[in-house]
Every structure is written in C-alpha cells, then in structure tokens.
C-alpha cells in the first residue's frame, strides 16, 4: 500500500464518529421504563445481569465516591440509543431504574428473583 492510502486509513480511523455515541445523560433525564426494588446485594445482581445470555455486553460504570451506585449501559443497534440500568443501594433495598427496550428488562428479571415475564 502507498503512503497516501495509509494516511487516509489513519485519518478515517481518527475522525470522531458523533453517529455512534449516545447522550446517557439524557436518557437518564427521562421517566424510566422500569423501576424495581428488591432486597439483594448489588455485585450478585450486576454479576447475573452481565452472565445473562443474549442481552450483549454492558459498559459497566462506577465512581470511588459512591460505592453504592452502578449503571450498566447497552450500546447495540439491537437495542436502539442507549441501554441503561442504574442500581443503587439503599440500606437493605437495592433500587434498580431501567431506562430502554423490554427485551433487555425482560432478560434481567431471572436476576432479581422474577420471571422474565413480570414487569411492574
């Protein structure tokens, strides 16, 4: 390959692609689709949901500051925009927001002890 054909592969590869990045801030400004609260620890809910076949791979985000807190997010054209699950701990309760496609919900319910047809 000439030097021209590397630097326009390089240059395509740097560009940013605004196209594929979703604004998970603004879904979470939104009423979420699913709320829950359930009495389970938090790692034992995050660790079923990433297990859990064919709900894809999760970003998984948490800050020092609040150990208490987790979000999961879905980016998959399967999905449509964003994905979003926010977990968080509230002494005994573990509150979860769900913010996307029922498909993905559904999947997640085996996780909090219900049937994957149960939805609140």
Known sequence: MNKLKWVCIVFVACVP???I?????????????FVASVELNIFDVERCVIDTDNIGKPWVYRQPDRPDDVMLVWESSDFGDA????????????????????????????CIGRAESEVE
């Open 17 to 19: 692609t605004a196209a």
């Open 21 to 33: 990045a979703d604004d998970i801030g603004g879904v979470r400004k939104k009423e979420p689709e």
């Open 83 to 110: 994905t979003v699950l926010e977990m968080h701990r509230d002494g005994r309760d573990l509150r979860l927001k769900f913010w996307g496609r029922n498909k993905a919900w559904r999947k997640i319910q085996p």
